[in-house]
């Protein structure tokens, strides 16, 4: 199983990003599959989940900026990131839980994770 991230890198306050998550080695689309991230000095939290049925849940402090979505045909999640702030500076972690249903927004929930793609956001 491999999940590699795509899509970081250094953008000013207020723009956009999208960043992908490309899956190999398995069956991708009965799985539950989810963002996280680590900020500098922070442990890493849960930013969203996609289950197999499309439905999403997002940390809730990051909701109406950022949307999940998946491309089943071509194995590919996406996270869609608006109004970014320097908070949003991160390494965001793709991960997936071998289960039709997402447990939650805790990473203890998830069976594969990507290498990670730095955000970096400048004020």
């Known amino acids: 199983v491999q999940l590699v991230e795509s899509g970081g890198g250094s953008v000013q306050a207020g723009t956009s990003l999208r960043l992908a998550c490309v899956a190999s080695?398995?069956?991708?689309?009965?799985?539950?599959m989810a963002w996280f991230r680590q900020a500098p000095g922070k442990e890493r939290e849960g930013v969203a989940t996609?289950?197999?049925?499309?439905?999403?849940n997002y940390l809730y402090s990051l909701k109406g900026r950022f949307t999940i979505s998946r491309d089943d045909a071509n194995n590919t999640l996406y996270l869609h990131m608006h109004s970014l702030e320097p908070e949003d500076t991160a390494v965001y972690y793709c991960?997936?839980?071998?289960?039709?249903?997402?447990?939650?927004?805790?990473?203890?929930?998830?069976?594969?994770w990507g290498k990670g793609t730095l955000v970096t956001i400048s004020s």
């Open positions: 996609i289950d197999s049925e499309g439905s999403a």
């Open positions: 080695g398995y069956s991708y689309a009965p799985y539950c």
């Open positions: 991960a997936a839980e071998f289960s039709l249903y997402c447990s939650g927004l805790s990473d203890s929930n998830m069976d594969y």
